[in-house]
């Protein structure tokens, strides 16, 4: 198993139906807008939108950023306290017990996917009612960051285990993906070379962001061709 | 004119034995601020780490600036004192221990910073490595935990590099004094009597820290700057960071060395001992690593520009010539322009050309570690996550009071142990250094004990 994820660049039109999804999905807390502006929103993930040309004839373009569980993590070995890890499914692991939080991975990360807890978690209200049972809380003075929704995934390969059978292609969704109406966003197991992100990883239309930093990301992004 | 043996003892006693209403409200002051950080800390820790101003994507801010900072002014009692001890230099005798003394105090501020700056600063001892009920050691791939061995052990040989030349001077103020404060010397002179044995164990103790203290302050602030260049980030990753952090810090060193020296001169009216060769030999010393600095970031710069790496680039000129370009400049000048004009031109070697250029540097050298940190981390690779940083009061009161913590306890110590080493003075007998008088060593030392 090596868990990653295709981006269809093509597909997306930056609708934020991702960044919705993951918030209610991972219990990500609201900061409110003041905090917002001062740089303390937690978005796990986040749709980018960069503008190309000159007024009028302007394009736009989207790119939903999630960490991009580099095989090559830059985070993992400055962490002191193990807190940052490599799972042997390929997963980019932050466990919050262990963080102490020194911000040190998320200054290594090139994406700057990586997010602090400046404050204990607190949601405007009625979001309060609505936290996912199968997601701990982060503590103030935490890192926290994109998990691929790992109880998903933890949820569905012990399921299969139970049941004696291989996990099927496209049963695990993270909520990105399954919240994303175009489907631009595909998840699944990388080792396994018929899956559809192996499919999508090969396209010729595929590049990693940041590739030259060294990092190996298992998400790719499949080029926009329209 | 050489002040007598008895006009020493009573000379740099006199701190000891007398206290005056100034010293306490000096100290009052100065720990009136000390405590406002305490405060600022501890509400940091009650209302949230979001008080102050780091924010996403730059997660290292005014903290992590002080603790290279002071870490750098560590360096100032390596060089003056082991360096000076080995090769012999007469003129060091009465610099030593102010230089020392300054090592050790920087280190204790500089080391609070890894803690004061976590986001969960209560389990800051998951960084020692203990065998724990979590089954887990800490990751010895970190550099953060390189720092704590690194720290650790320059402090451990810093505190006794400075210890033991004071044993001597303990017994001295042990013979002097009456009840509860001759009471509490005798532990501290660790039963000196002054025997030749004595002498010689002593001789080799310091020879051996000496030498060990050189290699490991070297390490120290390689490692420092190891927590930057380990990681990708623009104009972090860099092969320079290593010996251009060391020069840097034995640089801000020897200023605040300068800063501490004339400030004791006039407090203490140490004028027959700190004689103005001693500010134009540090002098010419601020002036060497003034150069050696101006090399390096020559260096930096230029190997940068010519890399042209577009993510690096950004950084460059963010720093050179936009919104960080004010900052940049007056580094530029208080760490090369000011130091050269005014320690390269022997009328302006005075102690007040010193105290200025040395007032510059200390100024530069923190610009300098805050403009390494703070525009790298506001300007990573994806523009969508670019980011300014807005140092809130209390980081700044915090970073601000670590000066006031380091003038406290200077002045605490001044109170207890006299600052110029009063053994080494008489030993060296208090010569001008003009290389005239080779002291028989052993002799001189023997005529301190009586």
Redesign the interface.
């Known amino acids: 198993m090596k868990w990653g994820m295709a981006v269809d660049l093509d597909r997306c039109d930056g609708c934020s139906a991702c960044v919705t999804a993951c918030h209610a999905e991972n219990n990500i807390s609201t900061v409110g807008a003041d905090?917002a502006s001062?740089?303390?929103?937690k978005h796990w993930i986040?749709v980018?939108?960069?503008w190309e040309g000159e007024f009028p004839d302007v394009r736009l373009k989207f790119r939903p950023?999630m960490c991009q569980h580099c095989e090559n993590a830059?985070c993992e070995?400055?962490?002191?306290?193990?807190a940052s890890h490599h799972t042997e499914d390929g997963l980019n692991a932050q466990v919050y017990n262990?963080?102490?939080?020194?911000?040190?991975c998320?200054?290594?990360c090139?994406?700057?996917v990586r997010?602090?807890?400046?404050?204990?978690p607190s949601w405007d209200k009625p979001l309060q009612l609505q936290l996912n049972p199968d997601v701990s809380l982060r503590?103030?003075?935490?890192?926290e960051k994109c998990t691929f929704c790992v109880q998903r995934i933890k949820a569905t390969t012990i399921q299969a285990k139970a049941e004696d059978r291989p996990v099927a292609d496209g049963e695990i969704k993270p909520a990105c993906a399954q919240a994303c109406p175009a489907q631009a966003l595909v998840f699944g197991d990388l080792d396994d070379p018929e899956s559809a992100v192996s499919r999508l990883s090969r396209s010729s239309r595929g590049s990693k962001?940041?590739e030259d930093?060294g990092?190996k990301p298992a998400v790719t992004y499949l080029s926009r061709q329209s | 004119m050489t002040p007598s043996h008895s006009q020493i003892n009573s000379d740099l006693l006199r701190p000891l034995l007398r206290t005056s209403w100034k010293f306490y409200v000096v100290v009052t002051i100065f720990l009136a601020i000390v405590v406002a950080a305490l405060v600022s800390w501890l509400s940091q820790m009650f209302y949230g780490f979001g008080i102050s101003g780091i924010r996403w994507p730059v997660y290292w801010g005014f903290y992590v600036t002080s603790f290279v900072f002071w870490i750098g002014i560590s360096h100032a009692g390596t060089l003056i004192s082991a360096i000076l001890r080995l090769v012999d230099a007469g003129w060091r005798r009465p610099v030593t221990r102010c230089a020392e003394v300054i090592t050790v105090f920087a280190l204790m501020i500089g080391a609070m910073f890894p803690i004061i700056h976590l986001g969960r600063p209560w389990l800051a001892f998951w960084l020692f490595p203990y065998p724990s009920e979590r089954l887990i050691w800490p990751n010895f791939r970190s550099p953060l935990v390189w720092d704590f061995f690194a720290i650790n052990t320059y402090l451990t040989g810093s505190l006794l590099f400075l210890f033991l030349p004071m044993i001597p001077d303990f017994a001295v103020v042990r013979d002097k004094s009456t009840g509860l404060r001759r009471r509490i010397y005798t532990l501290l002179a660790l039963g000196w009597r002054g025997t030749p044995k004595q002498w010689h164990r002593l001789e080799s103790a310091m020879a051996i820290m000496a030498i060990a203290i050189v290699p490991v302050a070297v390490s120290v602030h390689t490692i420092v700057s190891f927590d930057f260049s380990m990681a990708p980030v623009p104009m972090w990753q860099s092969t320079i960071f290593g010996p251009y952090f060391v020069a840097g810090a034995i640089f801000s060193g020897i200023a605040g060395l300068l800063i501490a020296m004339a400030v004791l001169r006039r407090v203490l009216h140490l004028e027959q001992y700190l004689h103005p060769i001693h500010f134009e030999n540090l002098g010419k010393l601020l002036l060497v690593m003034a150069l050696l600095w101006g090399y390096f970031v020559f260096n930096e710069r230029l190997v940068t520009y010519y890399g042209n790496e577009p993510s690096e680039m950004a950084v460059f000129w963010r720093t050179q010539r936009e919104s960080f370009a004010p900052l940049y400049w007056t580094m530029v000048i208080g760490n090369f322009v000011l130091p050269l004009v005014l320690m390269g031109i022997k009328r302006f070697r005075t102690i007040t050309g010193c105290v200025i250029a040395s007032l510059g540097v200390v100024v530069g050298m923190w610009l300098e570690r805050f403009l390494i940190i703070v525009p790298s981390l506001g300007h990573k690779y994806l523009p969508y996550s670019y980011g300014i940083y807005r140092p809130q009061p209390v980081e700044i009161i915090i970073a601000g009071a670590t000066f006031a913590a380091m003038t406290l306890l200077y002045v605490l110590f001044v109170k207890i142990v006299p600052i110029i080493s009063i053994w080494e003075l008489k030993a060296g007998d208090h010569q001008p250094p003009d290389g005239s008088h080779p002291i028989a060593k052993k002799q001189s030392l023997r005529e301190v004990e009586g």
Do not use: H, K, S
């Open positions: 905090q001062r740089g303390r929103a986040r980018e939108r960069y950023v830059p070995p400055v962490c002191p306290t193990y262990r963080c102490i939080g020194t911000r040190y998320a200054n290594a090139p994406y700057n997010f602090f807890d400046f404050f204990n503590e103030v003075g935490v890192m962001l940041l930093r990092t």
